[in-house]
């Protein structure tokens, strides 16, 4: 989505409104610093999005990478072949043991690469980002990209508010079973998420903000 000034000036509005009282609230003429935190928050999101949903064929291809490359270090060591006599810089080990610019030390720090890879993976990278329900084919959301725009948003909300932002996170229910956020920082957290992405739910962003 396009964000525009406009779009940020009722977001805030809508947040000094919950939090004022009979005086300004905590966004009152920061219209255009809530555009660019919306702005960035709605790029962390869609990036984290992006990054999920390729992150299970992500772990495959550098599984199978490491394999190649382990494969090919283990043939090097094992070869009869003296690369040395016909290019002396393919196999530095005459001169230093575990090169590290020869072709078996670059090729050690290759792997090394794929490992501290696969250690920055989540434990659980399966996850898709949406999944399709059998029962009603409704689409739900999940959690990467709402936390990665929670994560824009304390940033911003800290530096440009005295409010607190993850210790007031309740959700009131209302005499007729709406759901409305208690807190000016969750109803700001809804409304942005929501403008990303209208499947979030004021559950998701109070659970979103929660400390971890």
């Given at each position: 989505?396009?964000?525009?000034?406009?779009?940020?000036?009722?977001?805030?509005?809508?947040?000094?409104?919950?939090?004022?009282?009979?005086?300004?609230?905590?966004?009152?003429?920061?219209?255009?610093?809530?555009?660019?935190?919306?702005?960035?928050?709605?790029?962390?999101?869609?990036?984290?999005?992006?990054?999920?949903?390729?992150?299970?064929?992500?772990?495959?291809?550098?599984?199978?990478?490491?394999?190649?490359?382990?494969?090919?270090?283990?043939?090097?060591?094992?070869?009869?072949?003296?690369l040395a006599?016909?290019?002396?810089?393919?196999?530095?080990?005459?001169?230093?043991t575990d090169?590290?610019?020869?072709?078996?030390?670059?090729?050690?720090?290759?792997?090394?690469?794929?490992?501290?890879?696969?250690?920055?993976?989540?434990?659980?990278?399966?996850?898709?980002?949406?999944?399709?329900?059998?029962?009603?084919?409704?689409?739900?959301?999940?959690?990467?990209?709402?936390?990665?725009?929670?994560a824009v948003?304390?940033?911003?909300?800290?530096?440009?508010?005295?409010?607190?932002?993850?210790?007031?996170?309740?959700?009131?229910?209302?005499?007729?079973?709406?759901?409305?956020?208690?807190?000016?920082?969750?109803?700001?957290?809804?409304?942005?998420?929501?403008?990303?992405?209208?499947?979030?739910?004021?559950?998701?962003?109070?659970?979103?903000?929660?400390?971890?």
């Amino acid at each position: 989505m396009a964000f525009t000034l406009q779009d940020a000036e009722l977001i805030a509005e809508k947040v000094n409104l919950l939090a004022s009282a009979g005086s300004d609230g905590p966004l009152a003429g920061k219209e255009a610093k809530v555009l660019d935190a919306i702005r960035r928050a709605e790029l962390a999101h869609d990036a984290a999005l992006e990054l999920a949903t390729a992150l299970p064929g992500a772990k495959q291809d550098a599984i199978k990478l490491r394999k190649h490359l382990a494969a090919a270090l283990q043939a090097l060591n094992e070869t009869t072949i003296n690369l040395a006599a016909f290019d002396p810089v393919l196999d530095q080990s005459f001169q230093e043991t575990d090169a590290n610019s020869d072709l078996p030390g670059l090729l050690r720090r290759a792997i090394r690469a794929v490992d501290c890879f696969l250690g920055e993976l989540p434990a659980n990278d399966t996850r898709r980002i949406r999944s399709q329900s059998s029962s009603d084919n409704s689409v739900h959301p999940k959690t990467d990209g709402l936390k990665a725009l929670v994560a824009v948003l304390y940033d911003f909300w800290s530096e440009e508010t005295a409010l607190p932002f993850r210790e007031e996170i309740d959700v009131l229910v209302e005499g007729d079973g709406r759901k409305r956020a208690a807190s000016p920082a969750l109803l700001f957290v809804l409304e942005v998420a929501r403008s990303v992405d209208p499947a979030y739910t004021i559950e998701q962003c109070s659970n979103a903000m929660r400390p971890r």
